[in-house]
């Protein structure tokens, strides 16, 4: 069992902070993060005490399952709200608890259909004599996060999904990720597709510096553009928005070793040559 604790000593720290402007009383709360499971005295000492709505206990194994929930998430948005469940809330009605576990798996999906559209589906018997689409996904985030490094000489920390930022807070990083499609279009061999959220330019826009890396059918081929370039031609770029769903088309095609970036302008195909940007 734990001992037993002085509440008022860790509660005079938070009305330290409220007093000297660091913090908001209306939005700061007690999270004590626990290396055990055996919490029954102290969980009986808070809600037995004056502090029972300010104080909130959480294991080491529950918070590194939340990071790891955090990092599987695309939208950062989504990852903030889901921190309310380690508030002191009072979950008489659950729905907003619901709404959290909903959150959560929407942003999953849609980033998983996303490409759905684009991807070419593989058929196969689902054992009944029927036939249903499947699609392949790619993952080879890692290895083309540590060229970027080695590129930029920066460390980096995961923030989401696929976004990254720099360990000295200078410099913002997304990832993405494409299988080679057919190209549809007699100029060129290949075609990578790839979807902007309107989350990931937020994210972007936070920082002094920020880049858009695009790893094309694998690891060898890699571009890592600057997000002004990118942002300049987002407004001439195909755009799909739905009732839950909002993102640009990043398409990029291939000629023999020559990558373009496709955009729109004035109802014509146009591409930027992406060799500058290969790493």
């Not at 908001?24 to 290396?35: F, N, P, R």
């Not at 029927?130 to 970027?148: A, D, G, R």
């Not at 790839?194 to 002094?208: G, M």
């Not at 640009?248 to 955009?263: A, S």
């Amino acid at each position: 069992m734990l001992n037993r604790i002085s509440l008022d000593i860790i509660a005079n720290y938070r009305n330290k902070l409220i007093d000297e402007n660091e913090i908001d009383k209306g939005k700061s709360s007690i999270l004590i993060v626990v290396g055990r499971n055996d919490t029954g005295e102290l969980e009986a000492q808070i809600r037995g005490s004056k502090h029972a709505w300010d104080i909130r206990i959480l294991s080491t194994d529950s918070l590194i399952r939340l990071l790891k929930i955090k990092e599987s998430l695309s939208d950062e948005s989504t990852a903030q709200k889901i921190s309310i469940a380690l508030r002191p809330y009072e979950f008489t009605k659950v729905d907003q608890l619901i709404d959290l576990l909903f959150l959560a798996i929407k942003d999953v999906e849609v980033e998983e259909k996303a490409d759905e559209f684009i991807d070419e589906p593989k058929v196969v018997s689902s054992g009944k004599g029927e036939k249903e689409k499947k699609f392949t996904p790619v993952s080879f985030h890692e290895p083309v996060l540590e060229k970027v490094r080695a590129k930029l000489k920066l460390n980096f920390i995961k923030n989401s999904k696929s976004s990254y930022f720099s360990t000295d807070g200078t410099t913002g990083l997304v990832i993405s990720i494409s299988k080679q499609h057919p190209a549809f279009n007699s100029q060129f061999d290949a075609r990578f597709w790839f979807a902007f959220h309107p989350h990931q330019d937020l994210f972007l826009e936070k920082y002094k510096t920020s880049f858009a890396c695009y790893g094309c059918g694998n690891e060898n081929n890699i571009f890592v553009m600057p997000f002004v370039f990118l942002k300049s031609k987002l407004p001439d770029m195909r755009e799909t928005k739905t009732s839950d769903r909002e993102y640009k088309h990043i398409v990029i095609y291939r000629k023999e070793e020559r990558y373009f970036l496709r955009t729109n302008i004035d109802d014509k195909e146009h591409y930027d040559e992406l060799s500058q940007y290969r790493i």
